[in-house]
């Protein structure tokens, strides 16, 4: 009798962590379709700068070429200067936004590292005892019935503390 109960909760412990392991695949599943989402965000933006480093692009070669046109004469030096300062107000802008977007960028991937190592160890945790044979029940049932402390029982049987007292638990002795 005391087997069968044995065996009856022994598939309800398997079904029990078969359901926590479903809702782990689930909650990755579902963080993956956020990030996913994040990065269609960034691409984006990301082809957004792109097409206004294309209009700074052109609308400078108009600059210079306007420049080159225009009656005074200016000298190489003041040429320089001037495609410099316009570069530079151009691009400013876009190198703040790549920074923004390495910035986030980073935190996901930080977030990412934080949550797959919850994960891990959340699976880590999950472990069936060693003592699920049949033989070693007995033994323990036995050795406890004759008087023998948990602490010898684990030492003479190689088990942890844990499983000679889960052993009894599910025997319902202790």
Do not use: C, W
Not at 18 to 40: F, M, Q
Not at 49 to 78: C, G, H, V, W
């Amino acid at each position: 009798m005391n087997l069968e109960n044995f065996h009856f909760n022994i598939e309800y412990i398997i079904v029990a962590m078969a359901g926590v392991i479903l809702y782990l695949l689930y909650y990755v599943y579902t963080k993956d379709a956020d990030y996913s989402r994040n990065i269609r965000s960034v691409a984006s933006v990301v082809e957004d700068l792109n097409r206004e480093l294309f209009y700074l692009k052109k609308q400078l070669k108009e600059t210079e070429s306007s420049i080159a046109k225009a009656p005074s004469r200016m000298n190489d030096e003041e040429i320089y200067q001037e495609v410099e300062r316009s570069v530079y107000d151009m691009v400013q802008p876009l190198s703040l936004a790549l920074k923004q977007i390495q910035s986030n960028i980073n935190s996901i991937e930080s977030e990412i590292e934080t949550r797959m190592a919850q994960l891990e160890s959340g699976v880590k945790q999950i472990s069936i005892p060693s003592s699920i044979h049949g033989n070693d029940d007995e033994k323990i049932i036995s050795l406890y019935k004759q008087g023998v402390s948990v602490d010898t029982i684990s030492k003479e049987l190689h088990i942890s503390k844990p499983e000679v007292e889960f052993v009894l638990k599910i025997n319902k002795i202790k």
